[in-house]
């Protein structure tokens, strides 16, 4: 069968091996429909050869991800059939609700990453009006309560569609990026805490970086009770 052949007409075919997969060119149709008109050919042509489509902001990210699937340049990263591309669709239709727990996570994920870039602004003396730790204490309560928000509305979508990978790697972005934050404020409590709740505990640098400020504090618990013992010892010796 000819790779350009729709995946709705390799549904219908009786001689669609199970290891085809829908081709990028039709499945163009698939963004095309929630995105805008369908261009000429030669217009679709050249978009796949230089872009990848842009996907609307009103399209849901699961649906987003599912069209780039199908849409991806590369045969193994496509759907394995029709069939499979029609059950991610299927499964999308189903957890719609999911979907929507998911979309208002992510809306609180970007207004974390609106205030972890104030922290930053502070950081650097600019920014906020208010009196520097005033409005640190501020600013990481309402980093914390973004988290929480995050975190609700992630689990509980993922909870209903275990298979949605953008509200997983929303959990994962909105946990690391605080894991982060923690770490630039030197806690290493509130740090290890948060990257707890990661799967397989961040990424490598982030580890990296939780290891290296548990070794400068305990390197600093120890330097302190040295001098602690040491200056015991003067006061022993004076009397």
Do not use: Y
């Not at 992630?154 to 972005?173: M, V």
């Not at 948060?194 to 397989?200: K, P």
């Amino acid at each position: 069968m000819p790779p350009h052949v729709a995946p709705d007409e390799r549904a219908l075919s009786d001689t669609v091996a199970d290891g085809e997969n829908a081709s990028p060119l039709d499945d163009l149709a698939v963004s095309e429909s929630v995105a805008s008109p369908t261009p000429s050919v030669l217009a679709l042509l050249g978009r796949i050869a230089t872009r990848d489509p842009p996907m609307p902001a009103r399209v849901p990210a699961p649906l987003a991800h599912i069209c780039m699937k199908a849409l991806a340049r590369e045969q193994g990263d496509r759907h394995a059939s029709a069939e499979a591309f029609r059950l991610e669709l299927e499964a999308f239709l189903t957890h719609r609700g999911a979907s929507r727990l998911a979309d208002e996570a992510r809306a609180k994920l970007a207004e974390l990453r609106a205030t972890l870039d104030e922290v930053s602004a502070l950081a650097k003396g600019a920014g906020v009006d208010a009196p520097e730790g005033e409005a640190r204490a501020q600013l990481r309560d309402r980093v914390h309560r973004l988290l929480g928000e995050c975190r609700f509305g992630f689990r509980n979508a993922l909870r209903e569609w275990p298979e949605d990978a953008s509200a997983r790697a929303g959990l994962r972005e909105a946990l690391e990026l605080v894991a982060g934050f923690e770490l630039d404020r030197r806690d290493l409590g509130a740090a290890d805490a948060v990257c707890a709740e990661i799967e397989g505990g961040g990424s490598p640098e982030l580890r990296a970086r939780l290891d290296a400020l548990r070794v400068e504090k305990q390197s600093d618990a120890s330097r302190r009770e040295k001098l602690e013992k040491l200056g015991a010892q003067m006061d022993l010796s004076v009397g």
